[in-house]
Structure formats: C-alpha cells, structure tokens
C-alpha cells in the first residue's frame, strides 16, 4: 500500500485512543549473536559507529486480550482449483503483510497489524487447525506495514517496518526481533540513518526486503526510506554491529518518486519507484558499496498513467511483472507484463486484467509458471504464464478464490483498500493429500489458509 500519511485526517479517533490506552511494555535485550561469515566483499563499517545500536524509546509487550472486531468470515465464496483449508480472524481490522517461517517444528505465519499494534503470529503446522500464538503491540504509536522472515543459523527473526505516523521524533526505522522462540520475542535492535553510519537521517521505513547469503541466512535488509525517497542497504550479517553499507537514489528523488518496495531475485534487485516506474539494480554493486546504476534506463519501465508499487520477474528473468495499486478505473489494466531480456531496451509484452475487478491488484508473487496476486477485493487471483516463445508470450487466468461478494468499504473509507494483501506459499498437507497452501493476508479480517487444488 501506498505511504498513507495524507490518509491520517481520515484515521478514526478511536483507533489512536484504543492503541495509546494499551499496557505500555519494554523489550528485551537478547544474548548477542555470533558473526557470520561474509557472503560476499563488502565495504568496511564506518569508523566510529557504536558496536550496538543506540537506545531508543522501543519496546514490545504482549497484547493479553485480543480484539472481536472485523471478524466476518470471507468463506463461502466462489472459487476455481482454489479450496478453502481454514480462516483465523485476527480481530483486528487492519492487517498488512505476510510472511511464513518453521522453527522448534512448527510452522508459523506472521502478519503485521498497522496502525494497531506491531504483529501476531499463527501457528499453521496442521493448516486446517490454526489458531493464533500470540499478538504483540508497540509502546508507542506507529505505522507497522510490513514485516519479513529471515534465519541466521538455527535462529529466526522478523524485520518490522515503521513509519512515525504521530509526528516527527516518533517511532520509525526497521526493528529485527527473534522469534525462534515465537512465544516469547527478543528485541534486537532498531535501525535508522543516524545508528546504522549513514550519510543522510533517514528513519520513516513503509516496506523492508532481507537478501540471503549462499546458506540462505539473511544478510542485509533493504529498507524503503521515505522520508529520503530512496533504498537504503545494512548489513546484517553480525547483528551486534548492524551499519548501512550502500544505497540507490533517483536522479528525480523525492515527491512522487519514491521507494515503495523492493524484490530480490537472484543477483538482481526490482524497485518499485512509484512515479518513476521501475528501476533493476545489481545485488552486488549494492551489497558492496559500490557506486550504483540502474540496470535499465530510466523511465524505461513507467508505463503512462500507473504509478509502480510492486514488481516480480518470471522464473527464467526474462520476463517481469510491474503493478499499479491506486488507478484504479475499474477498465485501465493496472498489471503489466515487460519483456526485459535485452535490459538497455526493456518493452510492454501484455496487459493482465480482470473483467469488472472491485479493485486494483496489491502484492505479486510468481512460482514456476504461476503468477499469484493478491488482488485486494477480487481475491486471490493466479494467472498461468508461458514464456516458452519470448516473442509471443502468453498469460491466462488458471485459479481465483473470491472472497468478498460485492465491492466493499475498506480502511480509510476507500473501495479499493479492503481483502487480500500479501500471499506466502507454502507445500503442505491437507486432509492427507501433498498440495500448496496459500497463506492470504486479509486487509480487514486476518488470515485466510488456502489450499491449490491437489
């Protein structure tokens, strides 16, 4: 979703004076993690940085009852080579992204909560009896929108973006908690320009992504910064030490253009750069502090009219899929697909919509020859792509799962900002049967489990 602060004059009064009203808590301080091996040549951290990160007003506490609101199950509803597997409401009526991680044998999925609190997780080892661990809240108000996995070793953690909605000097940066022990987080720390070494401030995060290395431990985070309009790059290879080690700034920054979010496939790096389309960039020159370049011409993947939100390359990185979340007409195509196989002269291959959508698409994910997307209102929709003739490819719907019956009032009193998120995908089991879970963020109700038909 879009960085919201315009929206705030909307943001009922209620939903700040319920989320101030709440246990303040304080975090935990973990036992500092070994150093890890590099992954890759790296630049040296800068002199002078303090080998923790600096204190800071943050702190974590369990939410001891949770909410009943925003309840209304979504099942029930129409659906193709989609089954229903289960539904866990949250009871909290703004939920955001979605990630999937197992640790101690269990299988977790970790959803973000907004303005509301920070994140819940629910334990989804048997996907058709979930039910929800635990929900944790902020000691200060803030805007958690995303939230990542990663793994270093046998421990897992979580990368929280926040946005200091309550005003300047307010909550914001990244945070990293372990959750190996889901039940019981630690706090790590929590970044920005001024304790990660950086030559600029920056602290208001809308989405964070985490590169891993060869043995798919996280190794950096990219977080979106706002409030510099640009990607900033930490390492995160020894998390006593966390430091920016590069970044990726427009020519045209600021405004319009903006980092919304980041996709890392391979040793490429997608930029959804909102009004300045998107920008591919090399993993390593980033992760190596090497002066950067986009990959692509500027403005080369911009097509007229959309603002890019969110990008996702087909399997072979031939092919790549850009989204456009706020134009919605409900008759302009606000998915694209551009053939990117010669990157200095990148090109439209296809249009991608749906007949009378409610809404505009949000997040994308491919696997194989599948395109998921969570279309907001109109579901869960996945598009089957065939790229076997790069010169005509070709892209077909292949499964959907409805799960609103009419178009609906979201959060903020849009019609576009209401259901699904963000997808995970998952193999799993279900009534005994090997198949794909599908693990949906619903905006307004919690989480959907669902299942690719076996």
């Not at 940066?173 to 720390?189: F, Q």
């Not at 950086?198 to 798919?216: F, K, P």
């Not at 998390?239 to 980092?259: A, C, I, K, M, N």
């Not at 005994?432 to 963020?441: E, K, N, W």
């Amino acid at each position: 979703m879009k960085r919201l602060a315009p929206l705030l004059l909307v943001i009922p009064l209620t939903l700040a004076c319920n989320f101030l009203a709440r246990q303040l808590g304080l975090g935990v301080t973990p036992t500092p993690l070994p150093t890890l091996p590099p992954a890759r040549a790296t630049a040296t951290p800068p002199s002078g940085l303090p080998p923790t990160p600096t204190p800071f007003a943050l702190g974590l506490s369990q939410i001891n009852t949770l909410p009943a609101e925003c309840s209304e199950s979504p099942l029930g509803l129409p659906g193709e080579k989609i089954i229903e597997v289960a539904y866990v409401p949250s009871g909290f009526c703004f939920n955001g992204e979605i990630d999937v991680f197992e640790t101690g044998g269990h299988v977790y999925v970790v959803q973000s909560l907004a303005f509301d609190a920070a994140y819940f997780i629910t334990d989804v080892t048997d996907p058709a009896r979930p039910f929800i661990l635990g929900a944790w809240q902020w000691n200060e108000f803030t805007y958690t929108a995303d939230v990542k996995t990663f793994k270093q070793g046998e421990r897992w953690f979580i990368v929280l973006s926040m946005e200091p909605i309550a005003g300047p000097g307010g909550l914001c940066g990244v945070a990293v908690v372990e959750v190996t022990g889901p039940a019981n987080p630690a706090l790590v720390g929590r970044y920005d320009g001024k304790n990660t070494g950086s030559a600029e401030e920056w602290c208001d995060v809308h989405t964070s992504e985490v590169s891993r290395d060869a043995n798919s431990d996280g190794a950096y985070i990219y977080a979106s910064a706002v409030d510099t309009a640009d990607l900033r790059v930490l390492d995160i290879r020894d998390l006593t030490q966390v430091y920016e080690v590069g970044h990726y700034s427009h020519p045209s920054r600021g405004g319009d253009v903006f980092v919304h979010d980041t996709t890392i496939v391979g040793d490429r790096v997608y930029v959804a750069y909102w009004e300045a389309g998107l920008i591919i960039l090399d993993r390593e020159q980033l992760e190596s502090g090497l002066d950067v370049e986009a990959l692509n011409p500027l403005d080369s993947i911009a097509p007229a009219g959309l603002k890019i939100h969110h990008a996702y390359p087909t399997t072979d990185g031939n092919f790549v899929f850009v989204e456009d979340e706020v134009n919605y007409d409900g008759e302009t195509s606000q998915l694209r697909m551009y053939d990117i196989r010669d990157l200095s002269a990148p090109k439209e291959a296809l249009e991608i919509a749906l007949d009378s959508p409610y809404s505009s698409p949000h997040n994308l994910l491919v696997s194989g020859d599948l395109l998921f997307v969570g279309w907001y209102t109109d579901g869960v929709r996945v598009f089957k792509y065939d790229v076997s003739n790069p010169e005509e490819p070709a892209v077909e719907p292949y499964a959907f799962k409805a799960t609103r019956p009419e178009k609906t009032t979201g959060v903020f009193g849009s019609d576009i900002f209401d259901s699904i998120y963000g997808l995970r995908l998952r193999e799993c089991e279900v009534s005994g049967q090997p198949t794909t879970c599908i693990y949906a963020s619903d905006l307004t109700r919690g989480l959907i489990i669902l299942a690719l038909e076996p």
